[in-house]
């Protein structure tokens, strides 16, 4: 029976050997493994370090981009309103030149009415032209509607 024991505890022994040269392997993969994950946590610490950095920054760079912004639209609302204060000015100014220029052809028209009435020769003063005098102030006429 001491035969049978000890043949039983040799077996019993062999597989501990065996399982422990099987558990030594996996135990080294898992070191190995281990080291690798250091190294993927070490990376990965490194990158959200830069990306942290790179979030900073980006903010930095969005807070001057939104001042810019700010102060550039803020000149062009000013500007807007200068622009629309001279287009108004420039509208009554158009509006009077026109009326002044058609109630000074009436003039014209009348004052020819009345020398053609009265007879009176004329003919050495020298009158200025009186078409191109109209077809330049109807080009400065379409000139300033065009400008509308």
Do not use: W
């Not at 009158?127 to 300033?144: C, D, G, H, I, M």
Request: with cysteine.
């Amino acid at each position: 029976m001491d035969l049978i024991v000890e043949i039983f505890l040799t077996i019993l022994l062999c597989v501990a050997i065996v399982y422990g040269f099987i558990l030594n392997r996996k135990l080294i993969e898992l070191k190995k493994g281990q080291q690798g994950l250091e190294k993927l946590a070490h990376n990965f610490a490194q990158s959200t370090g830069k990306a942290e950095a790179s979030v900073t920054q980006l903010k930095v760079a969005t807070s001057s981009a939104s001042k810019f912004l700010d102060e550039a639209s803020t000149k062009a609302v000013s500007i807007r309103e200068d622009l629309m204060f001279l287009i108004d000015r420039g509208d009554k100014l158009a509006d009077n030149l026109e009326s002044a220029i058609r109630s000074n052809e009436k003039n014209d028209t009348k004052l020819a009415e009345y020398e053609e009435g009265v007879n009176v020769d004329m003919s050495h003063l020298t009158a200025p032209k009186k078409k191109q005098k109209n077809t330049s102030e109807q080009e400065f006429l379409r000139a300033l509607r065009a400008v509308r």
